[in-house]
């Protein structure tokens, strides 16, 4: 479990095989912080620790990445040199500064627009049409594991509102019109869904 507070910057540092592949991130987490097993959030992907250790530029980890989780994220776009968002899973006490985020990816999606709004960015993301009933406005939404606040919503497109302080600290500094990215829905508009389904 996550809060969608992103707490590095990764770097692809190299990717193999070929149906799964096999994937080294480096980052400036403590080497010694990294355990075997542990989850990290990359990109909003909750993956699992194989491999960890250090080098010149400070930890690297590897992940294994299933055929599956290849096609249902952008992981399987990812190149070396690619920065992501890294975040650590939750402990028990740790300040809840985003949302509950699952690094269950629900989708992919696009981004349509980029506008400079004063010193924010303002940004549209068309989200596929079966999420379209997640998404609210100042509901929560997970980017490439990042917890920000939905501002509007037309059917499947959303806004969120990009502060200078986000993009510093992510990828989103780096964010190009028809990038994709992983979505995640707040998990209790997932239920909320499943509940009115259910009664309908």
Known sequence: MFTGIVTSIGEI?????????????????RPEAI????????????????DSGAHDRGAWFTA??????????VLGDWKVGRRINL???LKVGDE?????????????GEITRLANDGDSLRVSIKAPDALAAYIAAKGSMALDGASLTVNE??????????????????????????????LEIDVLAR???????MEG
Do not use: W
Request: net charge negative.
């Open 35 to 50: 355990a075997l097993g542990a989850s990290i959030a990359c990109s909003g992907c909750c993956l699992t620790v194989t």
């Open 87 to 89: 975040e650590r899973s």
């Open 153 to 182: 919503v037309d059917g499947a497109t959303f806004g969120v509102n990009l502060i200078p302080h986000t993009r510093q600290v992510t990828t989103f500094g780096e964010l190009t019109e028809g990038q994709t990215i992983n």
């Open 13 to 29: 540092e190299a990717i193999s095989g070929d149906h799964d592949l096999t994937i080294r991130i480096s980052s400036d987490y």
């Open 96 to 108: 809840l500064g985003g949302h509950i985020v699952t690094g269950h990816v629900d989708g992919v």
């Open 64 to 73: 294994d990445v299933s055929a599956e989780t290849l096609s249902k994220t």
């Open 191 to 197: 239920y909320v869904k499943r509940m009115r389904d």
